[in-house]
């Protein structure tokens, strides 16, 4: 579990309301909004000016007179390295202040050995930016499909593969960066409540759906100014006593049903020219009958999960991250039905929602960790 303190201090609320507006604003909105003196509001202004944090210019408007000086969030003012962990690769993406991609890049894992190809991989993308970025460079962020404990002084690759949590210190002091480590679904549930209209939500649920299936709950308290999110791993929720052998030595679980791999693998039995997940949602696949009755038995399997999560918490929203969100146009009608029939939920049809970050939600944020980490 991540538990933050929000700094509460003028400075840092000023911030955020900058970087929620990022355009047009003037010091008597952020005065009047955040009920802080002129003067005061000035005086961090003058401060985030100087270290290139916003930028200023003359509101443009009709009349005589002053006018009075606007402000701008600079996008640009500083970077970050997301990095995004799974058994067969490591994507790494370059991002500015607000998440957007600026570059990235696929390592294909060479080894088993995490730490190696890690650092490796690592050392290759930060020599492909330029010094000017690099300077810039706030952090790097590492998703990884496993739980990062702290107690257990562990970080989670896969039910197989552990590396002690130490090695997060080697890569600082070799990078002389920051550097943090978080599960996949905490990182997607940073990027939701960050930079999409899910910030209003002062609680969520986000389920990731990849290689691996992992859930977090999202609490912000604002009475508190804490934030705080915790991940589950249900990868391995068992949905069918007797059901497919997963790689934990179970049957049954929930990830040998819906993780991505499966429906990968289950289109290619029938259509063996399908290379990637993305080909599958080619009209000429998941359109014929036995397309569809195979997407039709996944939606099914991920109904089944998704109705036990809404049981166990009531979810105020869930947002559905990874790849299946990118084709929700396909999907989600047919999910929606096969949750809500009959149903005996306290909420209704609209608890459930996709990620507008598609596959991206974890990766992004990844990146945003250690800008939020340092600044809010
Ligand atoms: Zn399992």
Same mark, same amino acid.
């Given at each position: 579990m991540y538990q933050k303190k929000v700094k509460e201090s003028n400075k840092n609320n000023i911030f955020k309301y900058i970087f929620e507006?990022?355009?047009?604003?003037?010091i008597n909105d952020i005065a009047e909004n955040l009920n802080i003196t002129f003067p005061t509001v000035k005086k961090i202004i003058n401060s985030f000016l100087k270290q290139n944090i916003i930028f200023e210019r003359q509101k443009v408007g009709f009349g005589v007179g002053r006018k009075a000086m606007e402000y701008e969030l600079n996008e640009e003012f500083c970077y970050s390295i997301g990095i995004l962990a799974s058994s067969t690769k490591l994507k790494f993406i370059l991002t500015n202040a607000i998440g957007k991609i600026l570059k990235q890049q696929i390592y294909e894992l060479k080894s088993n050995n995490c730490k190696a190809e890690i650092l490796n991989s690592t050392k290759d993308f930060l020599n492909t930016i330029s010094p000017e970025v690099r300077k810039k460079l706030i952090g790097i962020g590492i998703s990884v499909p496993g739980i990062v404990s702290e107690e257990g002084n562990f970080i989670e690759f896969s039910s197989k593969e552990k590396i002690v949590l130490s090695f997060i210190e080697e890569l600082k002091n070799l990078f002389h960066i920051p550097v943090l480590i978080e599960n996949e679904s905490n990182l997607a549930a940073i990027a939701e409540a960050f930079l999409?209209? !899910? /910030?209003? %939500?002062?609680t969520f649920t986000i389920l990731t759906i990849n290689e691996y299936v992992g859930i977090s709950n999202f609490h912000q308290d604002s009475l508190n100014n804490t934030l705080f999110f915790k991940a589950g791993r249900?990868?391995?929720?068992? =949905? @069918? /006593? !007797? $059901?497919k052998l997963c790689e934990c030595g179970t049957h049954g679980c929930w990830g040998t049903y819906v993780s991505d791999k499966v429906l990968l693998n289950d289109f290619q039995k029938y259509f063996?020219?399908?290379?990637? %997940? !993305? @080909? =599958?949602?080619d009209l000429k696949y998941h359109e014929t009958n036995i397309g569809a009755s195979l997407i039709d038995n996944y939606l099914e399997h991920l109904a089944i999960g998704i109705k036990n999560i809404l049981f166990f918490s009531n979810p105020e929203k869930l947002i559905i991250s990874g790849n299946i969100s990118i084709y929700k146009e396909y999907i989600a009608d047919k999910l929606i039905e096969k949750i809500y029939k009959n149903h005996i939920f %306290?909420? $209704?049809? @609209?608890?459930i929602v996709f990620s507008s970050? !598609?596959?991206n939600g974890s990766i992004i944020g990844a990146a945003m960790f250690p800008i939020l980490d340092k600044i809010i």
């Open positions: 507006k990022r355009k047009s604003f003037v999409t209209r !899910n /910030s209003i %939500y002062s249900l990868h391995h929720m068992v =949905i @069918e /006593s !007797n $059901g063996p020219s399908i290379k990637t %997940y !993305n @080909e =599958i949602f %306290y909420r $209704g049809k @609209e608890t970050l !598609n596959e």
